[in-house]
């Protein structure tokens, strides 16, 4: 079992930046590719960014490349999402997601393929 826990989110104007972190329970971590996805109201959830088990590899939404950083601390159970240049279209509730046992290389975007989910945390970009 995996507990995820969000923190970061808050009220920021547009421009401004925000960095969110997750913190991971169990002995899974290592073993896992983390992702962030995001959902606007009334939107379906959508993927964010991914990383890989050693933190080497990552990958980005079109939408979000260039201001956002997804990174891990595997000796700390810790993946942050670093987000710059924020844009009212990033409001958002913002989760963190676990898929475990993965490769080592492949990054998934679909939610799907996540095995578990943190509670999220609210984002919200003023003009």
């Known amino acids: 079992q995996v507990q995820l826990v969000e923190s970061g989110g808050g009220l920021v104007q547009a421009g401004g930046s925000l960095r969110l972190s997750c913190a991971a329970s169990g002995h899974t971590f290592s073993r896992s590719t983390m992702g962030w996805f995001r959902r606007a109201l009334g939107n379906e959830r959508e993927f964010v960014a991914a990383i890989n088990l050693s933190g080497a590899r990552s990958y980005y939404a079109d939408s979000v490349k260039g201001r956002f950083t997804i990174s891990r601390d595997n000796a700390k159970n810790m993946v942050y999402l670093q987000m710059n240049s924020l844009k009212p279209e990033d409001t958002a509730v913002y989760y963190c997601?676990?898929?475990?046992?993965?490769?080592?290389?492949?990054?998934?975007?679909?939610?799907?393929?996540?095995?578990?989910w943190g509670q999220g945390t609210q984002v919200t970009v003023s003009s």
């Open positions: 997601a676990a898929e475990v046992d993965t490769s080592s290389t492949i990054i998934t975007t679909s939610d799907a393929a996540y095995d578990y």
